[in-house]
């Protein structure tokens, strides 16, 4: 089952990622999160990155490509993988087409107004990356499951969150139409609680 997950930050692609990636027991690749643990580890890439991110722009096509194919090259892609962040742009989507066909695109809508409250109020724990919301779960200073220290993304912060936005709308939104134009494309409301969009999702890949 090989799905990619689409959907304007904030919409719950992460979250429902990881859901589905339990549910169908194929890995969660999330780019982001493969960028920000390479800052964390002070690697080539993450010094590369790390700028980039922090400004709100978009990795190059070619680094982010070369690394999903190293990524889904591993054997515990061999039943498939959920990708979260990536295709971002058309390219790296033609990149993707060159070496594998998709079996769903999942497309989470939420309101404009809902962008900005739910990425403001999203933190994840420092050591064990458990995410929360402060308008959905009593975050307190420390982590539920592992008593790390609780933060908030370096990048969701309103002059970021300006640029990531402008970028989604130039070279992300365009994805919208390519793969509706494929038939893959499934749009879920993503203006419901995490049990109802995973309902949801869950009927989707069911369905077939
Ligand atoms: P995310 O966690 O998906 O919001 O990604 C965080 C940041 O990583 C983005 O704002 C980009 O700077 C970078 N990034 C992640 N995935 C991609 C991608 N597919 N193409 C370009 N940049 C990416």
Same mark, same amino acid.
């Given at each position: 089952m090989k799905i990619v997950m689409l959907g304007i930050? =904030?919409?719950g692609k992460g979250t429902q990622a990881k859901n589905l990636s339990g549910y169908l027991k194929v890995p969660h690749i999330s780019t982001g999160e493969i960028f920000r643990i390479a800052v964390e580890e002070k690697t080539e890439l993450g010094l590369k990155a790390q700028e980039i991110m922090k400004k709100g722009e978009y990795v190059p096509d070619d680094i982010v490509t070369g690394i999903v194919k190293q990524r889904i090259s591993r054997d515990d892609v061999d039943n498939g993988y959920i990708l979260d962040g990536f295709p971002r742009t058309i390219n790296q989507a033609e990149e993707l087409s060159k070496i594998d066909d998709l079996d769903h695109v999942f497309y989470i809508t939420i309101p404009d107004e809902e962008v900005l409250r739910r990425l403001m109020g999203r933190r994840s724990c420092e050591v064990c990356n458990a995410q929360y919301n402060i308008h959905l779960d009593e975050s307190g200073p420390t982590c539920k499951k592992c008593g790390g220290k609780i933060i908030m993304r370096e990048d969701d912060n309103e002059e970021t969150i300006k640029i990531r936005l402008k970028n989604y709308l130039d070279q992300t939104e365009p994805l919208i139409d390519y793969y509706r134009k494929k038939n893959i494309l499934d749009e879920i409301d =993503?203006?419901?609680s995490i049990e109802e969009v995973f309902n949801s999702l869950k009927e989707l890949v069911s369905s077939g």
């Open positions: 930050m =904030g919409a =993503g203006n419901r």
